[in-house]
């Protein structure tokens, strides 16, 4: 059985009108279409809905049936206002996932500016080890993740965000929380807070490359950048952090200290799922996460 929603929606009209013609003109279209659709749909249910004397009645059949059309007329009306609704930002659900720290600090500004501007659009932000986003991605727990680079496996894309200056934190009674700056090789024997071991083999191979007698000697591991903060306040040992995280230095007494030699920077990407096409809550928010970006919110 092949009904068509133009059928149904020509039935209504003559129904509504008590002619063809009638009906005809509030659907846009001619006489001789309406009644072809009418027809096309009497065949296809296998009854008849009018009786076509000097005035177009509705059948008994074209009554019971009329209200069950409508009904589905005004469910599809429902899907396209919906759509219309997703579309022009007026409903739907934002789902990110992000590390704890950047959640709570560049995240959180942006998802403040797109709150104000789409103010009907619910947010879920899922908090996550560094380690463990593109997991929280994978398994459909958020649409979208944001977070440092990582493997993606076959299932999960991602796509280059912005770049962040990792700096040393140290305590702020530290011979070297005043300085301006410091080197790698300056810090040779202190010992590191690390908080994502997956980070910690990146810098050893890049001061490795650098200079194959620099290493960073492990303190203390955590799971989140807020503890290894905190670690670092108390003078458990440094550690290498974002320079996001700074607005929190005051909170762990901590200082934030550019590093040199090398300078290192850390790359962030937008992670979404292979082949799924993202939502327009979700179009939207990358848009601004990356004007953001590129006005350089990351930076110092």
Request: net charge positive.
């Amino acid at each position: 059985m092949n009904i068509s929603l133009r059928q149904m929606r020509a039935f209504s009209a003559v129904a509504r009108a008590g002619s063809f013609t009638a009906g005809a003109r509030q659907v846009n279209l001619t006489q001789s279409a309406v009644s072809m659709l009418v027809q096309q749909l009497e065949e296809s249910l296998g009854v008849t809905l009018f009786d076509r004397g000097a005035a177009v009645t509705l059948t008994e059949a074209g009554r019971q049936l009329l209200p069950l059309a409508r009904r589905i007329l005004d469910d599809v009306n429902q899907v396209v206002e919906g759509a219309s609704d997703l579309r022009s930002l007026r409903t739907g659900l934002l789902r990110v996932v992000a590390p704890q720290m950047l959640g709570c600090t560049w995240i959180a500004t942006v998802l403040g500016e797109f709150a104000a501007l789409h103010p009907d659009i619910g947010l879920r932000v899922t908090d996550a080890t560094t380690d463990d986003v593109v997991g929280v991605v994978r398994r459909g727990e958020a649409e979208i993740g944001v977070g440092p680079e990582r493997t993606v496996g076959e299932d999960v894309t991602r796509t280059f965000l912005m770049d962040v200056p990792i700096r040393m934190v140290c305590p702020a009674t530290h011979p070297l929380a005043q300085r301006r700056g410091v080197s790698w090789d300056e810090l040779r024997d202190e010992r590191w807070v690390i908080y994502s071991s997956e980070f910690n083999r990146q810098l050893e191979r890049i001061l490795q490359s650098h200079d194959a007698s620099l290493s960073m000697q492990t303190a203390v591991e955590v799971g989140y950048l807020t503890t290894a903060l905190a670690m670092v306040g108390v003078g458990s040992g440094l550690a290498a952090v974002p320079d996001y995280a700074r607005m929190f230095a005051d909170n762990f007494k901590v200082r934030f200290v550019p590093l040199r030699g090398p300078e290192i920077r850390r790359q962030f990407y937008i992670y979404q799922r292979r082949g799924m096409a993202l939502s327009p809550a979700a179009q939207a928010f990358v848009a601004m996460m990356q004007r953001h970006a590129a006005r350089g919110t990351s930076k110092a």
